[in-house]
């Protein structure tokens, strides 16, 4: 064994849960863990994990066996909404040592830290109480941040297990989330993304009057020195008139500065679940809008700017969805100016409505109506991205080399690019011209 404890962090699901197995990665550093990779030896092993689907449970399970199967002796440890929802599962597989749900994430470096402490590996015997506001100082191997700014959903989606997993919807003080994006600029991070499980919520739950997620994110960008900022998914009904002008302009009248081109913009990117585009499919899954409030939205928003990114999730498969209704789905999707789609079989979750629903589609159709619409994002894609020849983006570099030894980032709009440069630029802001496209974008520093 070497000689600092080890623990490996395996993150499954969300933009939220990767936040928060920061926090947990840090909680056991500041205990004097090291952390490793999850293939490696270590004395602890942490699988933080999603619910939302049938395969996610599968997951989880799945590394707990072979983390056990590593190391016979080490701490297996699972949290997050499938320890939420079903802790009796994951005992029964005989080889988790502790089951921990959401709210208990906090504590699990200090009791892997007594665990280990009652054998011959004492740790230091700090036990300050550190809340779910705790900062995260940066992100280990991200060189894009994430913010988590809300937690938890009020709304009443018929297939969605997130609710009850996550608790109702609560808000992070902005004053918070703004030390939070300080903290992570101040560590070199040239994005962050803002993240929450129903975003668009923010600030409903706070006592301060007008205070809404576009206003937060006035507050990040009248930083000193922001870093670039994208939001994450945001339902229809929330996307405000000032959150549309705000990615539309990229941010520039908010603070403007000629000397740091593109610092502390807005990304013109927005992730918008659709889920359905048929109005009796949205309907029994429970959704406050109908196709043609959602098309004009999207429209909207292309036509002020073209070059914005909007993504969609889109739920096949649901109970009761006929070929019909399936057909108005895809050709909705085929209508809109969308640049991709995230594409889901419905999974049955139980103790939703939705799991109980007569007519539940075959699971072969499910498969056959992802499969069509897949290949419909992958279409969308390459149009957006060939849209993109000649343009100048800039773009945050995250990794050194691809298998042509070029560098590769991600653009303010959503678009991965390769070009050649040094292995300095790595961790930072750049603009690249787009030179070509096809399934990724190529180009050359600017």
């Known amino acids: 064994m070497s000689e600092r404890p080890r623990v490996a962090i395996r ?14 990665r840090e909680d056991f550093e500041a205990l004097g863990f090291a952390t490793v990779d999850f293939d490696r030896d270590a004395e602890v092993y942490v699988i933080n994990s999603c619910t939302v689907t049938h395969r996610t449970d599968r997951d989880a399970r799945r590394l707990a066996r072979q983390a056990r199967r590593r190391r016979p002796q080490a701490m297996i440890i699972v949290t997050g909404c499938y320890a939420e929802m079903q ?61 988590k700014v809300q937690n938890g959903c009020d709304a009443a989606c018929a297939y969605c297990i997130v609710t ?13 989330v703004v030390q939070q994006v300080e903290l992570l600029a101040r560590s070199g991070h040239p994005e962050v993304v803002l993240v929450g499980i129903h975003l668009g919520t923010y600030g409903r739950d706070l006592p301060e009057p007008d205070l809404d997620l576009a206003e937060l994110a006035r507050r990040v960008c009248a930083l000193d020195a922001p870093p670039r900022m994208r939001l994450s998914s945001i339902e229809p009904r929330e996307v405000t008139p000032e959150l549309i002008e705000m990615v539309c302009a990229g941010g520039r009248a908010l603070r403007p500065d000629p000397s740091l081109p593109g610092r502390g913009r807005v990304c013109r990117h927005l992730h918008i679940p659709l889920q359905s585009g048929c109005d009796a499919t949205l309907r029994r899954m429970g959704r406050p809008y109908d196709a043609a409030f959602y098309r004009e939205m999207v429209t909207g928003i292309i036509a002020r700017e073209p070059r914005v990114c909007i993504g969609a999730d889109v739920m096949v498969g649901f109970p009761g969805e006929t070929d019909e209704e399936f057909e108005q789905t895809a050709a909705l999707v085929r209508d809109l100016p969308l640049a991709y789609l995230h594409v889901f079989p419905f999974s049955e979750r139980p103790g939703t409505r939705a799991a109980t629903m ?33 343009e100048l983006l800039e773009v945050v570099v995250e990794t050194r080399h691809d298998e042509a030894g070029r560098l590769v980032g991600i653009s303010d709009n959503y678009r991965r690019i390769a070009f050649e440069g040094p292995d300095d630029l790595l961790g930072r802001l750049v603009t690249v011209e787009v030179t070509a496209a096809d399934e990724r974008l190529l180009g050359r520093l600017v």
Do not use: W
Not at 11 to 20: A, I, S
Not at 372 to 390: M, N, P, Q, Y
């Open 358 to 390: 007569p007519d539940q589609v075959n699971p072969e159709v499910r498969k056959q109506r992802m499969h069509r619409l897949r290949a419909l994002s992958r279409e969308k894609a390459r149009r957006f991205s060939r849209a993109a020849v000649g």
């Open 164 to 176: 009850q997993a996550r608790g109702p919807s609560r808000s992070v003080p902005p004053e918070v």
């Open 87 to 147: 802790p009796e599962a994951l005992e029964e597989l005989g080889v988790v040592d502790l089951v921990a749900g959401n709210e208990r994430k906090s504590e699990l470096a200090r009791v892997a830290a007594d665990r280990l402490g009652e054998g011959e590996h004492a740790m230091p015997a700090s036990r300050g109480e550190r809340d779910s506001h705790r900062l995260v100082r940066r992100f280990r191997d991200n060189t894009r941040a994430f913010v």
């Open 11 to 24: 993150t499954l699901g969300c933009k939220l849960n990767q936040y928060e197995s920061e926090q947990i």
